[in-house]
Nanobody
Framework: QVQLVESGGGLVQPGGSLRLTCSAS????????MGWYRQATGNQRESVAN???????GYADSVKGRFTISRDNAKNTVYLQMNSLKPEDTAVYYC????????WGQGTQVTVSS
């Protein structure tokens, strides 16, 4: 079965840190691009960070210097390390693989209290 499962969300205070994990099946993980998106209540879903098969990363301006995306090929896993969290980072965070039509995780809630 195809699997793409997220975990690691939670409630943190401003300035805190979280690490999100996206565990994927081998076939889904071995994609050109893996990425993290987020969608805050009332807002459109936006790209946060992405990483290519070769490890090249890209970030939204709003998270540069605070978030780090990485991948562990041995574990078929993508991570999003989030530091210096701000209330405006509050959103549901989604993992995506662009394999085929694209696959989305179920989303994990990140709440940064103000």
């Amino acid at each position: 079965q195809v699997q793409l499962v997220e975990s690691g969300g939670g409630l943190v205070q401003p300035g805190g840190s979280l690490r999100l994990t996206c565990s994927a099946s081998r076939s889904i993980f071995d994609s050109y691009l893996m990425g993290w998106y987020r969608q805050a209540t009332g807002n459109q879903r936006e790209s946060v960070a992405n990483i290519t098969r070769g490890g090249i990363t890209g970030y939204a301006d709003s998270v540069k210097g605070r978030f780090t995306i990485s991948r562990d090929n041995a574990k078929n896993t993508v991570y999003l390390q989030m530091n210096s969290l701000k209330p405006e980072d509050t959103a549901v965070y989604y993992c995506r693989s662009n394999t085929g039509p694209g696959y989305w995780g179920q989303g994990t809630q990140v709440t940064v209290s103000s």
